[in-house]
């Protein structure tokens, strides 16, 4: 069913690209910054994110076929990719730990580390390729435009977010979502190793 891989594709992708917890990094590198520039630099770190990872989807499997890399390897590694971000998630709430001296609120930020790492990580990469071999990539690019879409508004609502939710609910809201994507890692590992197997 069309429907049943578009939530499929739509709670990973949100799982790994995690609008939430992409808050904290995106409110500190543009703290003190007027509401017009931090949405330049929010949209600029989206744009940028979408173009590797349609990057990645349309040209992923092509490259793994010329190294030779077999998509249950290639899941394998996905789901080891994410275990980090994962970890960052339960035990910080964020995926980076970010010193206070490293505010810039320059559009340098929004490539790096917003639209990478932050957004596009190698596991977001990995499991958009991945999910583009499962599902097809137009239904794939399609949800994770839409994943995309949520992490813009993420960005533009920030900081009513901080000042509404307050940092203690969005930690624990993005501690819940790393328990989640501990858990995707590990399925996409086993499926990786169970079709290897076969």
């Not at 969005?170 to 590990?186: C, D, H, K, P």
Request: glycine fraction near 10%.
């Amino acid at each position: 069913m069309p429907l049943d891989d578009a939530l499929r594709i739509f709670a990973s992708m949100f799982i790994i690209l995690d609008p939430v917890g992409n808050l904290f990094i995106f409110h500190l590198l543009t703290f003190g910054e007027t509401h017009r520039r931090r949405l330049a630099v929010g949209t600029a770190a989206v744009a940028m994110a979408a173009v590797l990872l349609a990057l990645f989807s349309l040209g992923g499997a092509a490259v793994l076929g010329y190294l030779g890399i077999s998509g249950p390897a290639f899941k394998v590694a996905a789901g080891l990719l994410l275990l980090m971000p994962a970890y960052q998630l339960v035990v910080h709430g964020q995926l980076l730990e970010l010193r206070s001296g490293t505010q810039d609120g320059g559009l340098q930020v929004a490539f790096v580390p917003l639209a990478m790492p932050l957004i596009a990580g190698p596991g977001a990469l990995a499991a958009t390729v991945s999910l583009s071999e499962t599902y097809g990539r137009p239904l794939t690019l399609a949800v994770v435009a839409l994943v995309l879409l949520l992490c813009w508004i993420g960005f533009a609502v920030a900081g009513l977010a901080f000042r509404v939710l307050g940092e203690t609910v969005l930690r624990l809201l993005s501690r819940v979502v790393g328990i989640l994507l501990f858990s995707l890692a590990v399925e996409f590992v086993l499926r990786g190793a169970a079709k290897a197997l076969r």
